[in-house]
């Protein structure tokens, strides 16, 4: 008989549960699922029934035998699960609309998982993980846990350097631009093959291959003439023609923040004043899907759900677990453990890089040393992500200050402390590590 | 008979050399010199002639047989030399006002050699300095390059990767940063030592030691109440105490154009249209000292000096000179081929470090790994500094629009490439490696 | 229409090539290949043309299209090719058993591969590679060299650092090893999964998986039990009981020459003087083979061949040749620039290792550092490589005499001299790089 | 009024500890000494007496104002010392002896440090010194530990990596080799420099210098004509001329173990079996030492000491604590942490290599990468060393022989475990670390 597994899936209430659910739906024929436990907390409560409710309608629809559990139990939904995915957000689409603008009141970008807001973002979710792990050691010590919260890289790390639980971050960035490869060339997104190297959120596509071809070139000059992409959170401005020339890589649309800070300033402030920030837009967003969700004749994802975000999220995650599942050994790119595999980095931080997954988790490609042209950024991002884990850890103001210090969006000490500060008062709730 | 040196000094006519002769002057009795070469260009001839006249003058004064020559021909200059001092300015003080304007246009820092401004004087000063290289090589090829030329460590990376000159990169911060710590302590320099680590105009102070002791803690307390030291370039803000906390390390000077860009560059503007830029404002104690200079009563380094900036200058530049003719073995800070001494640089980039100083050169004290909170910005100037090397020695547009790009005081490609392009245009007669 | 590819095979009158005849026959179907051409010397033509005409008959037997070319003549054999195949062997098995007597005459190993044997015949055939290397720039720039001719790891590594041959090293002890696992547990080879590294003919499996669960423990017990394996050119010594289990991983054949030196060498003294050397017997077993391949009504590799060695030597070229043409993605162990794959080793050095392969070659999967038990001896046999790299490429005596002394086997530099100058006098005609 | 050190020696009934009590009388003027503590062993009561007897009237006839204290009590050593010199040798010369002659019965080179003599001395010492460090801890934490105990290289990385305690590893093998050099060009040794990399007991100078000039060559030309030099306890044989040409590189004395092997076996064969092994002549030595030492009228160091070896080790020790107390920051060659000086070693190794001493310590000269001819011996007996450090400390069985098998001079497994199980049956009493 095969093994069925057992899903625990922390922040079950999510609006992109029903995206995952859609996911162990397709894959259900090599993968096949028992239960799965949709957990959240009180105050999640009743999205989490709606979501609930509506994932036992598109399971029963397809014709599946897997079991719904929803809880707000969170050692019941870990115990013996076998894979544990968090996409939790600690104090809700509240918390992100702070983070979004208390670096605007100091005229510095504010974004959910870039800069300061992430930081903040950052600093709420560690306790919560490093939580969330100590059960899963104690109730599931051989499960794996597929992070999906954000920052996905600075998460991973606190996990995989402050814990024993075998952990594998997880990002749809580096499967949105292989997507979007796709799509230019017009082929399925098999045929494409992307050295990626990086962080999450900052990943280079050093080289992009079609069929094993080469057509980096290529691609950058069709990503000049405007055929631009971009991530349903991020402003889609346009890449500059030089910029991608003299990089000769594709970059994510992450990169937009840092190549240009201050176009995309000016983006963010306009949209503050206008529609909201991304965080008030999503949750208007939210409150329709919601509506939506309820429903109960809506029986499958609804096409709505795209304009959440988060395209291919389930894709990623489903392809990630059904390959740590039935040891597949084929390519994803997720975030784990350096090892050397970017020689320009600390050995012991998250990189976001080619693995091959299988039984034993996440086995990186061997990347070397990357151009200067890329390395600096990764490396001034990567010291503020090591000093970010370790104040979000101890709880230490002074760490802080240096993470948000030398952060290169941020422009002085000086705006940093004040956006410190700003964030400890604002998030005092969610901060339990600061307080003592 | 003990050897005597003939030392030639490319910039001979700058009004710093009253400064480098007193330093020869002073170290006559163990350091002995029978001929200096001041060599200049076309242009600064009449300035070459009476700083000239008031050297002999200096040296007769002080009853020393010490052969001044003057020559506006390299080769006759460094034909033989046993050190080559290189203190020229490509362009003239007219060129560093422009490369101080130009960013300023733009709202981006506009410094002499930190940023954009230090960008432009390296693109003008490697073709040059490639020229002079090929003279030593060919004229006197054991003779050791003492680069004072800015910005310094990237001019010394470029003679490091790109000639086979014996070169050691001087700069005269380390030594203030060792003369602040002892005005504080009220004791002589030689008690000060500091465990220095980073890249010429951005390097650290890890530990300050009196007598061998750990005093570090004591003199950031110090630093904080107010007691502040800085370059005569470099505007006098006061550090953040918690920064300096949070740090837990001296800063050099220069480091405020990173920690606290946005005042600096506020006071940069508001300088710039009141008193001027520094470089207008040393345009004008020029001339003041140029006058001096002519007296013929003047047989002395005159005390206006002082104001120019490059306080200690000759300090250092005659200390290496004199521990490297009589292989010394001491301890001193230059700019030198990092070979691992730093773990988290790559091996052969130049890096600004503690060095034992002797008959073969500058031979670095291991450093190992940097703390997080000063790996980021270190790496990310040094990739800056490593594409500038490489723009300048091959003239590639694309390489220096990266360069730029990734520069921490740039905010988009957009903005580097404006001021990229202005560089150029106000340089074209300095740049013959970019018209190609 | 689909691609269909040349092969050249350099060394073609080997009595190995109906084994790699059979494989491309097996692999006809996904690896459709026109033309295959046997290139010898003139010494080897009479086997070329006995070997040829087998391999004739081989391919009508399977009703293929292939056209199989017999060629002394090298430029036409690598003109145009998509792959070419190095099996040669210079000076033939007359040079191999010289390779084996010559330490011996000094209490030394003498083994074709490993220590000074492996030694002089790297010397011999570094001049011949870099020929043929010559030729592949020339006329088959875009081709792919699959290097078996041993000492396979000294002569890959001659290839990437000294020419710009698109190259992979090949050897079939990783490939013995996982069908040793794959016998043990009664699997197929695909379920099993080594974690290698190490370098050729010096490998361990660090870990042993079998459908992805570690069967390290369970293997080396049985390995402990007697159950054995070897290559057939290796005494089949049974391993120690305490050995394996402090080393905890799964060695390589080759290293009884290291963790049993003083045994090997008896047997290796003892078989010399009963049935010859293995060279010897390989010179009869050949005899016997050729005489078989004369048979006009022979028309399948005969299953004698299996005596000779070389056990699943096709199977492993022509999946790796399988896995570029069709760019196949799947992990194969291979010879390859390190690249920091294994941190313990110089960046530039080959390492065998577990790679992804695919139309651009093959990429390594990270190691990271490796334990200290097998890292010296890793390092040692690595630095006699790469000396005896530059040695063969520069025809350098002292360098040779550099490499040989400091080889594990070697007792000490007089030793190392003594053979030095023995292998240097028997090989004269074949190094030419020595004779300046 | 200047500070007066206190001096604890363990293993201060040493036959060496007039040489030690000389040097302090020589230094006085500059390291004033209050107190010296000599302490020993209960078995050592009455050498201890003898030669504390000896200190008291050489400190006497010397003026000076020392303390020489003699005891027992560990602790009352080494409470409040500034400096505890460790000069022990657990299980005497028995011991030593029975490390000599365990491997010869093996056919393997039986030394006091290097090869499995070393080691076992190596298993014995780490227990009593991880003792000594825990005292120091409690009674002495800002002592400085300058360990002259062998393997001194092995036990000073069990100090650094496994005790809070400062320390710096002593040898008297790199000032000798500064020596040679000196009497061969009949200079002082203040004239002679010498470049330094490597372990203890494996340490090569990489350049040579007199007054700066590098004179490597000139002085390996005299060496391969027969000036020789080696340690008391090391066979002096010849340098071969091929391998110092080939080598380029001034050698230590015990590189003969390694690089002749077969001679230095033979050599050691036959004086065991005509004087005795080295434990054997030195045991007479001391014999007649300690004779001389009663003598109440004796009151300076014997002439005879000489003959016992030990070289210049006051000469070294005495001018490290001196530039520890006084903060000279002068170079001396000593055993420190790694920390990447040496790329090609971990970084948290203990090497043998130029430091600046001052009141912190020794900060070691940055070396970089070693070239290949060193490189590959100097990892393999690095490795060796890191598992010996880990057996002694853990008493495990298998890592004990891992480190056996893996040493250059041992052949094989097999032999290294029955030389393991002789070390251990033989040393039971002063191993309780694998007493579990």
Aim: overall charge negative; glycine content about 8%.
């Amino acid at each position: 008989m095969t093994k069925k597994y057992k899903i625990a899936v922390i922040g079950g209430g999510s609006s992109y549960t029903p995206e995952l659910i859609d996911g162990f739906i397709k894959k259900a024929p090599e993968l096949p699922v028992s239960d799965i436990y949709l957990e959240d907390i009180e105050q999640g409560k009743e999205k989490l029934e709606i979501v609930g409710a509506l994932a036992e309608r598109m399971v029963k629809k397809a014709g599946l035998d897997i079991n719904i559990h929803l809880t707000l139990n969170q050692e019941e939904a870990i115990s013996g699960a076998d894979f544990v995915v968090s996409q939790f957000r600690v104090g809700g689409l509240d918390a992100r609309i702070r983070d979004e603008k208390i670096p605007l009141k100091y005229g510095v970008i504010g974004q959910e998982t870039t800069g300061p807001g992430g930081f903040a973002k950052a600093l709420r979710t560690i306790p919560v993980i490093m939580n969330i792990c100590k059960d899963i050691q104690r109730l599931a010590p051989s499960a794996w846990l597929i992070n999906f919260t954000n920052p996905s890289g600075i998460i991973t790390e606190t996990v995989l350097n402050h814990t024993k639980v075998k952990a594998v971050g997880l990002c749809n960035v580096p499967v949105n631009m292989i997507n979007y490869v796709a799509q230019v060339f017009e082929v399925e997104m098999e045929r494409v093959y992307i050295e990626f190297a990086g962080l999450n959120h900052l990943v280079w596509g050093q080289k992009i291959y079609l069929d094993g071809e080469d057509v980096t070139e290529k691609l950058l000059d069709i990503l000049i003439t405007g055929k631009n992409f971009t991530m349903k959170n991020i402003p889609d401005l346009i890449w500059d023609k030089d910029l991608i020339k003299s990089l000769g890589m594709l970059p994510c649309p992450y990169h937009r923040y840092y190549y240009m800070s201050d176009k995309m300033l000016e983006e963010e402030i306009k949209e503050a004043s206008s529609e909201g920030t991304r965080g008030e837009v999503v949750k208007n967003i939210e409150k329709e899907l919601f509506k939506l969700y309820k429903n109960p004749s809506l029986d499958i994802k609804p096409p709505e759900l795209e304009k959440r975000g988060g395209a291919l999220y389930s894709y990623a995650a489903c392809n990630l677990i059904d390959s740590i599942a039935n040891n597949k050994k084929d390519i994803q790119t997720v975030n784990v453990r350096n090892n050397g595999t970017i020689l320009d980095l600390p050995e012991d931080v998250a990189i976001e890089t080619n693995c091959i997954i299988g039984k034993n988790g996440a086995s990186p490609l061997t990347v070397g040393h990357v151009p200067a042209k890329i390395r600096g950024l990764m490396q001034a991002v990567k010291a503020y992500e090591q000093l970010t884990v370790e104040a979000g850890v101890k709880g230490d103001y002074y760490t802080a200050l240096q993470a948000l210090t030398i952060h290169p969006l941020v422009p002085s000490a000086d705006v940093a402390k004040k956006i410190l500060d700003d964030i400890l008062r604002q998030n005092k709730e969610f901060l339990p590590q600061f307080q003592g």
